[in-house]
């Protein structure tokens, strides 16, 4: 990319998140909870692949009449 692209998409950065303090801390939270849900559905996902057949959820109508 050429410096002058760079600077400007740098600028623009700035000038849509970091100018305004309240839009920073908005930015920084979304950006959280958007992480949580993201982490939190891919490491379920992982943990329900690896322990398939071991969890209740999977053996529950062996033991339910």
Request: hydrophobic letters at 40%; proline letters at 2%.
């Amino acid at each position: 990319m050429p410096a002058a692209a760079s600077s400007g998409i740098a600028r623009g950065v700035y000038n849509t998140l970091f100018k305004k303090n309240s839009v920073f801390i908005t930015s920084i939270f979304v950006s959280a909870i958007a992480f949580e849900v993201v982490y939190d559905t891919a490491s379920t996902t992982i943990w329900d692949k690896v322990n398939k057949g071991k969890q209740w959820k999977d053996i529950k109508h062996n033991y339910e009449k």
